[in-house]
């Protein structure tokens, strides 16, 4: 579990986070969902250990990240990875050169150790034999699934994703989303932040919803949809309304 308490950050005057508390279970897919300047990525950034909070503990499978020492915090970093709205990929390297950049232990590894590695790491990401193409030669979804890729080399225990859907057409939103259902069957934690609620009820298990610095409501999806909180109904309205009875369409994803 990865649990977030009383999280508060201020950045330039302005209240970023106010007095979030939310919890990650692990082995299961959250979602924290919410419109833009929310404060999502800024969630993700605090779980990273990008930004110290003004107030509150992390607590990170019963550890107190606060109080670590820097090689805690170091063992910590490699159970924790990230795949970046924008992919920060290296665009002067090749696919397979993005991947070996963060490949932990490089140097302990044997010579054609890394080759199958970043083989293995493609083939997972249905992207086997894009090795020497470089990130202008890919499409979007192509491009997602190699941030993927990189996020999973050190096999993280928990990565996060910013937005990964964002900006992919209907195909690629779908071999990303099952993707993330496949990591989970394997084991593996997400944090899916997004504002497209079609794709985030496709993968989750538990949803935190954000508004302002604030959660306004957290737990289940037949839960959030029965919310009272004047924004979480106006956020799904648009949902609600598009079907027409969202718990036949609820209980038809718990039976899958
Ligand atoms: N480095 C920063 N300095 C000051 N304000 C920031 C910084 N980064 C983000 N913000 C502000 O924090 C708020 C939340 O940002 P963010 O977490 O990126 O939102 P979201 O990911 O939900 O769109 C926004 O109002 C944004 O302008
Ligand atoms: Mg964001």
């Known amino acids: 579990m990865i649990e977030l308490k009383n999280i508060s950050i201020t950045l330039n005057d302005n209240v970023i986070l106010d007095d979030v508390t939310l919890s990650i279970e692990m082995g299961m897919n959250t979602i924290i969902l919410g419109p833009s300047g929310a404060g999502k990525s800024s969630i993700l950034k605090i779980i990273l250990g990008l930004w110290k909070p003004d107030n509150g503990e992390i607590i990170f499978e019963g550890k107190n990240v606060c109080k670590m020492t820097d090689d805690e915090i170091l063992q910590l970093r490699k159970k924790v990875g990230i795949v970046f709205q924008g992919n920060a990929l290296f665009d002067s390297l090749t696919v397979a050169e993005n991947i070996l950049y963060f490949l932990p ?5 044997s010579e054609n150790e890394p080759k199958y590695k ?8 249905n ?8 990130p202008e030669e890919l499409s979007g979804g192509m491009k997602k699934r190699v941030a993927i890729a990189r996020a ?10 910013d937005e990964p859907t964002t900006g992919l ?15 989970k069957q394997n084991g593996t934690t ?3 932040v997004t504002h497209i609620l079609d794709d985030a009820i496709e993968v989750g298990d538990n949803f935190i919803v954000i508004n302002e610095g604030k959660i306004v409501e957290a737990g289940s999806l037949e839960k959030i949809l029965r919310s009272k909180n004047p924004f979480v109904k106006e956020f799904f ?5 598009e079907n027409h009875n969202p718990f036949i369409r609820i209980s038809k994803e718990v039976n899958k």
Do not use: C, H, M
Not at 152 to 161: R, W
Not at 170 to 183: A, F, M, W
């Open 118 to 125: 970043i083989e293995e790491l493609l083939s997972f990401v």
């Open 105 to 109: 232990d490089k140097k302990k590894l």
């Open 169 to 183: 057409d209907p195909i690629n939103t779908e071999s990303v989303l099952e993707l993330i259902e496949k990591l």
């Open 127 to 134: 992207l086997s034999g894009t090795e020497n193409l470089y």
């Open 237 to 241: 309205k648009r949902f609600i309304e």
């Open 152 to 161: 999973l080399a050190f096999n993280p225990q928990v990565i996060l994703f």
């Open 190 to 192: 997400s944090v899916i």
